[in-house]
């Protein structure tokens, strides 16, 4: 009875992960169905999962009408130089206040955690007004601040539940070997923090790329706009979508996150097991 038991809630979780990668994938693979389909057949009133013409005019379209390749590259590099400087600022102080637990450090991952809970709209005033001073506004730099500013309280928040996953008496045994405070650091703790580091980093990093809100107000000339920005201007001013080119620029948008995943996360499962291993 047991092991009927057991299979049949085996089932139903796999029947309900099923159905939530379903849920999931709907809307892309929508996505690409559009970004394929000819003029005549996205007006259509019978619409088709599978487009019967393929075409690849629509890719052709969002590249004629709108500078892709430069919004691309504006929204790439300030998604890589947020997620490091956000990655590299967050790892020191994520392992103090881990190892020295303190009221003062559960005070600072409190206020970390609630600090995400502010609506973007009170932040966007002060930050244009900081940005202004500095000159700052309509650069890539000054967007990259802001995206370090908004990624760090998280990227932070994650990374302190990482280091205190790290057992210290790993760090304690080193000392014990005669390791200093640096060789542990480097030799025990690093590659345990590794695929820590590395999904924190990933997260900034999506989470940059895919921005818009303070982009949108921040960057005003063209050139400097990144690829969410410029996904904009293929709605009309009367709401009216130019659709086929849309899907297809979303398309592209959506590959790089897609593709980075991909590559990382078989690399964050083998840094797991690989710092699990004392050398």
Known sequence: MSMRTGRAARAGQYAALLGYLVFLAFPF???????????????????????????????RTAFDEQPL???????LIAALCAAFIAVLVATPMAYVMARRRSRLSTAATGWVVISQAFPLVLLIIPLFLILKNLHLINTLWGLIMVYVVWALPFALWMLVG???????????AASVDGAGRLR????????LLAPGIVATAL?????????????????KTPE???????????IGAEGAADLGPLAAAAFLATLPSLVI????????TGGML???VKN
Do not use: M
Request: glycine share 2%.
């Open 162 to 172: 990482y280091v205190r996953a790290v057992p210290a008496e790993l760090e304690e």
């Open 203 to 219: 997260f900034a990093f999506i989470t940059a790329w895919n921005e818009l809100f303070f982009a949108l107000v921040l960057l």
């Open 261 to 268: 995943f991909a590559i990382i996360q078989r690399r964050i």
């Open 274 to 276: 690989a710092g699990a």
């Open 224 to 234: 400097k706009q990144t690829l969410p920005v410029v996904l904009t201007h293929f």
């Open 184 to 191: 542990t650091l480097v030799s025990v703790t690093a590659p």
């Open 69 to 75: 390749l430069q919004a691309a590259a504006n929204s």
């Open 29 to 59: 693979l929508w996505l690409i169905s559009t970004a394929f389909k000819p003029a005549r057949e996205l007006g259509s009133l019978h619409p088709t999962w599978i487009p019967e013409n393929p075409t690849l005019d629509n890719f």
